[in-house]
């Protein structure tokens, strides 16, 4: 009975940052998943692969500004995919604020996954700032470079050449991010 008690929780745990199943608005299917041996299916799978490996983000900021992630090379990336109804998101947003304040060679960028109007966003900020531009992605045409996120929180560490280094299902921690960062040949931070 105890392993079944775990099981149940291990699943509500699992669930509890991943949004509503929702059909997009035009009724189309959701994309077929990637075969299971990762082989491409069809012709163009070859050029998306190339493109998620080295993506292309460009988003309107709620501050007004553009975000381009082209314009970061040079720098450690942290895209992170999170919504304000989600807990573990807004626990790990103190440490992505740092991360990006006290580290020259980090740029993080907040993609807010849900549906919410930029003032109400504006709002959620005033009580929980950070210091790293927030913008606000459609759910039914997320960035086609990254994957839809199958929960929240999702990061994705971008190296200094625009490559995906690591993607992380799950909260994250300024000292995690960094250590990933010194285990793909970026600086260590001296403890």
């Known amino acids: 009975m105890n392993r079944l008690a775990a099981c149940i929780a291990l699943a509500i745990l699992l669930a509890a940052c991943k949004p509503d ?24 799978a070859p050029a998306q692969a ?22 970061h090379r040079g720098q ?11 807990a573990p998101c807004l626990k790990e947003m103190p440490e992505l604020s740092a991360l990006d304040a006290m580290r020259e060679h980090v740029q993080v960028i907040g993609l807010a996954y849900e549906e919410i109007e930029p ?23 997320p960035p086609a470079d990254f994957d839809t996120p199958p929960g929240l929180p999702m990061t994705y560490l971008i190296g200094p050449e625009g490559q995906v280094v690591e993607k992380i299902l ?22």
């Open 170 to 191: 799950g909260p994250v921690t300024a000292e995690s991010l960094e250590t990933m960062i010194a285990a793909a040949g970026g600086p260590a931070v001296e403890a």
């Open 119 to 141: 003032d109400d966003m504006r709002a959620f900020l005033q009580k929980h700032p950070v210091v790293y531009p927030i913008a606000i992605v459609d759910t039914f045409d």
């Open 50 to 71: 190339a493109s998620k490996a080295h993506p292309a983000l460009q988003v309107d900021t709620i501050e007004g500004g553009r975000f381009n992630l082209a314009e």
């Open 76 to 86: 450690w990336v942290v895209v992170n995919f999170w919504a304000t109804w989600c």
């Open 21 to 44: 199943a929702q059909t997009p608005a035009d009724g189309a299917a959701p994309a077929a998943a990637a075969p299971a041996d990762g082989q491409a299916t069809t012709a163009s």
